[in-house]
């Protein structure tokens, strides 16, 4: 690797020690000498996956892809923990032939800058990408990913129990307050959570903040040194509503893990899920049969603002041994009638000319993307490379231990108060 690495390597290493991974060696990766058809060698090459609820569908489309390139294998991986994973093999160098990453993140822009991933500039790679979807995730004004998806945050709700129990769709805080204290009421749980998974913790504590504090006010206090958590009115707000989440979670929520809420949530046995599109496929794979839908995160106003950025994204490694072949799986993947499959199943809106998801559970909330000042970027995109990990791993402890003190300390030292 280039030797402007070192620096890079050596943070990452430190941010990994800190998270206590693990790492994996690949072993497929970058492989040859096996036969392909016709005599020409079989090249494989490894996709690292960090998106579990599409596993299934990057199969079907592996599949569909090999079979018209039968000289190149895919080598699918996903494991848990996949971006302590993936952050762990990039300081080992031993970085994968193509990866999901997330390009709106600081950590995406610093490996970028640091030489891990190909510069796609100019390539015919990007040609399907509709170009807005682009101009936010340039680093140094160059493309290193390929945007496919977009995410979005809000709460799922169980439509059918809803009109069965006569409650209404919340557009207030107060008025989820309410939806709440009548699910209890109906002797039912209001909603399903996961404390455990720090990551989708963060995403839940940053999609309150944005819509109690707004996003200006949001941002303008991680940004201001003399501003203590303690004082601030948005970050009080967060916790009173961390708060109430906690307290309408069901019982076991602390050591919950992300599909056992999908889980509760999908077997009707939690009326509400606070969480991103991307979990539809996993909420239809543990066999919702009930109408499901969603809303965005309620506020004061009654117009709550939905939160998201890119979701599914792809890079290729600047050193792979195989450009050419993985730059074609790349943009197989930006081919209209592969995006289409992976929208009808993922369900996540494209960022690919041409081709819509048909979502009406999500449509709600991704019908709001395009509506000026209903979509705000996540708050982290704004934040330190690693300091999103921190703050769902904080936010996770305080739901769990409930020690107010210890949060609000712990975010004055993160943000320089």
Not at 156 to 166: C, D, P, T
Not at 197 to 208: D, F, P, Q
Not at 317 to 337: D, L, N
Not at 377 to 398: I, R, V
Request: glycine share 8%; with cysteine.
């Amino acid at each position: 690797m280039k030797s402007k690495k070192t620096w890079v390597i050596a943070a990452l290493t430190f941010i990994l020690v800190l998270a206590g991974c693990g790492g994996k060696t690949n072993e497929n990766a970058n492989a040859g000498g096996n036969k392909g058809a016709g005599g020409t060698e079989q090249v494989t090459l490894e996709l690292f996956n960090q998106k579990s609820e599409i596993k299934d569908n990057l199969t079907e489309i592996i599949s569909n892809f090999e079979a018209a390139n039968p000289n190149i294998k895919i080598n699918q991986v996903q494991v848990p923990d996949s971006r302590k994973v993936l952050y762990n093999r990039l300081a080992s160098n031993d970085v994968p032939d193509i990866m999901s990453i997330f390009p709106n993140e600081s950590d995406f822009k610093t490996q970028a800058e640091s030489d891990y991933f190909m510069d796609l500039s100019g390539s015919d790679v990007l040609a399907n990408v509709n170009p807005q979807f682009m101009e936010d995730v340039k680093v140094d004004g160059k493309d290193y990913s390929v945007p496919l998806t977009m995410n979005a945050y809000g709460i799922f709700y169980n439509a059918a129990k809803f009109s069965e129990l006569g409650l209404k769709v919340p557009a207030t805080w107060a008025e989820l307050e309410q939806t709440a204290a009548a699910i209890k009421e109906k002797g039912q749980t209001p909603f399903a959570t996961s404390f455990k998974a720090a990551w989708s913790v963060g995403h839940l504590t940053e999609a309150l903040l944005t819509n109690a504090a707004g996003y200006d006010a949001a941002n303008g206090f991680f940004a201001d040194s003399a501003t203590k958590a303690e004082s601030d009115a948005g970050i009080q707000k967060l916790i009173a509503q961390m708060d109430f989440i906690r307290d309408n979670s069901q019982a076991d929520a602390a050591g919950a893990d992300y599909p056992d809420a999908v889980n509760l949530f999908a077997k009707g046995e939690a009326l509400m899920l606070p969480q991103g599109i991307w979990a539809v496929p996993m909420i239809e794979q543990a066999g919702m049969e009930d109408e499901y839908k969603m809303f965005p995160v309620p506020n004061e106003s009654g117009n709550g603002s939905v939160i998201g950025g890119i979701d599914y994204a792809l890079a290729i490694a600047a050193e792979t041994k195989h450009p050419e072949e993985a730059k074609k799986f790349v943009k197989f993947m930006t081919e209209q009638a592969t995006a289409q499959y992976l929208a009808d199943n993922e369900k996540s809106p494209s960022s690919i000319n041409g081709v819509k998801a048909d979502s009406p559970q999500t449509e709600d909330v991704t019908k709001l993307l395009a509506e000026q000042g209903r979509f705000y970027p996540w708050l982290h995109f704004n934040w330190k490379a690693g300091q999103d990990s921190s703050w769902g791993a904080e936010t996770s402890a305080y739901l769990i231990i409930n020690d107010k003190g210890a949060l609000e300390k712990w975010i004055n030292q993160e943000f320089g108060k």
